[in-house]
T-cell receptor, first 119, second 109 residues
Framework: GAVVSQHPSWVICKSGTSVKIECRSL??????MFWYRQFPKQSLMLMAT?????????EQGVEKDKFLINHASLTLSTLTVTSAHPEDSSFYIC???????????????FGQGTRLTVV | GQNIDQPTEMTATEGAIVQINCTYQ??????LFWYQQHAGEAPTFLSY????GLEEKGRFSSFLSRSKGYSYLLLKELQMKDSASYLC??????????FGAGTTVTVRA
């Protein structure tokens, strides 16, 4: 299957600093990528949809000024958690769909996830 | 919106069979996914059902009934490595995924 690479796998940062997470589709192009967040023992919750060349669309309750998303190319989306606080500590996961196969519902490929801990 | 329900936990012994049920309510049906997620890792794709019936893929099978808003994932010949969380998910609006809370399956020797 297709590969989505997410970096870093884990990061520890101080409260008030910003953290950037990268999501790359390695062997396919993705006009759309998705960012999810997962708290311990809970399911994945969609945060936002990253659209190549345009603004991201955020789900209700997600602060767009806090979670900055940039999708500058067909293979890269970044999520920046600005002014991170301990309550932002979570598992962040990206997913991408193959643009060529966007007609019809094909599986989304997930990155490895990033464990963010804010101290 | 989407409403997805699945049991929180299930326990079974090695070699046994376990069935994980998922009921859903969604406006506009575009299929149903099952994912496996080991602790601390990202989900991995198991199956996608869009038509009614059973689809078998090795030790794992997935069933769908659209009229009942119901699906199940069947795990046969359980192995210790099958201990994981199993997520039921339905797509909505531009292929976003709405996930159930997940069912944690514990396989005992």
């Amino acid at each position: 299957g297709a590969v989505v690479s997410q970096h870093p796998s884990w990061v520890i940062c101080k409260s008030g600093t910003s953290v950037k997470i990268e999501c790359r589709s390695l062997d396919f192009q993705a006009t759309t990528m998705f960012w999810y967040r997962q708290f311990p023992k809970q399911s994945l919750m969609l945060m936002a949809t990253s659209n190549e060349g345009s603004k991201a669309t955020y789900e209700q309750g997600v602060e767009k000024d806090k979670f900055l998303i940039n999708h500058a190319s067909l293979t890269l989306s970044t999520l920046t958690v600005t002014s991170a606080h301990p309550e932002d500590s979570s598992f962040y996961i990206c997913s991408a769909r193959d643009s060529i196969k966007e007609t019809g519902n094909t599986e989304a490929f997930f990155g490895q996830g990033t464990r963010l801990t804010v101290v | 919106g989407q409403n997805i329900d699945q049991p929180t936990e299930m326990t079974a012994t090695e070699g046994a069979i376990v069935q994980i049920n998922c009921t859903y309510q969604t406006s506009g049906f575009n299929g149903l996914f099952w994912y496996q997620q080991h602790a601390g890792e990202a989900p991995t794709f198991l199956s996608y059902n869009v038509l009614d019936g059973l689809e078998e893929k090795g030790r794992f099978s997935s069933f769908l009934s659209r009229s009942k808003g119901y699906s199940y994932l069947l795990l046969k010949e359980l192995q210790m490595k099958d201990s994981a969380s199993y997520l039921c998910a339905v797509p909505f609006n531009d292929y976003k995924l709405s996930f159930g809370a997940g069912t944690t399956v514990t396989v005992r020797a």
